[in-house]
């Protein structure tokens, strides 16, 4: 009997494969014809896009040399650097007195540098004097920054008030005037004095 029941089943089991095998076939063909479709509709939509993007775009393109368009700059507009302070200045705002090696450059136009250089040599000891008072007035948040960004700023604004004419006191069109000024310093050094 165990013959038979072992026949038995594998007769089973090969009657369940074969409907199991009928039904995998055409799903293999219909796989094979979603990828044909899939692959004809991807080539359709790729002619289109093609046809789209060569039909548009500039018809008459023409080239413009550089020289041409470009004006040439005046060479009297181009920015330069005049001198106005560079010694040593002082600060005892922390009861100790500290040496600084100062530099003080203001930034103008080429054309005006004659003009500001005489104009700095004309008030050298005053412009020394308010930025010595600038310096010696800073407190230690100013002098340790390693910029001297908020000092940079009160000079600056010190010499373009005392350097730039004042409006309507010239009649040129582009009066002498400073752009920016430059500070460089060394770090401190404890100093007697």
Not at 63 to 83: I, L, Q, R, W
Not at 111 to 138: C, F, P, V, Y
Request: aromatic share 4%; net charge neutral.
């Amino acid at each position: 009997m165990s013959d038979k029941n072992a026949s038995d089943k594998k007769s089973e089991a090969k009657a369940d494969a074969k409907p199991e095998g009928a039904e995998g076939a055409p799903k293999k063909k219909g796989g094979l014809k979603f990828a044909l479709i899939t692959v004809a509709l991807l080539a359709i939509e790729g002619g289109v896009l093609f046809a789209v993007f060569s039909m548009g775009g500039p018809k008459d393109a023409q080239a413009t040399h550089a020289e041409e368009a470009a004006k040439p700059a005046d060479p009297g507009d181009d920015s330069c650097e005049v001198p106005v302070y560079s010694g040593a200045l002082y600060n005892n705002h922390t009861g100790i007195n500290y040496a600084f090696k100062v530099d003080v450059v203001v930034t103008t136009k080429a054309k005006h540098r004659d003009a500001m250089t005489k104009k700095i040599e004309d008030s050298k000891n005053a412009l020394k004097a308010e930025i010595a008072g600038l310096w010696r007035k800073a407190d230690s948040n100013d002098l340790s920054d390693p910029l001297y960004e908020a000092l940079r700023r009160r000079i600056e604004a010190a010499l373009m008030e005392r350097l730039n004419p004042k409006d309507g006191d010239t009649k040129d069109a582009d009066p002498p005037k400073i752009t920016s000024a430059v500070v460089n310093s060394t770090p401190p050094v404890r100093a007697e004095r």
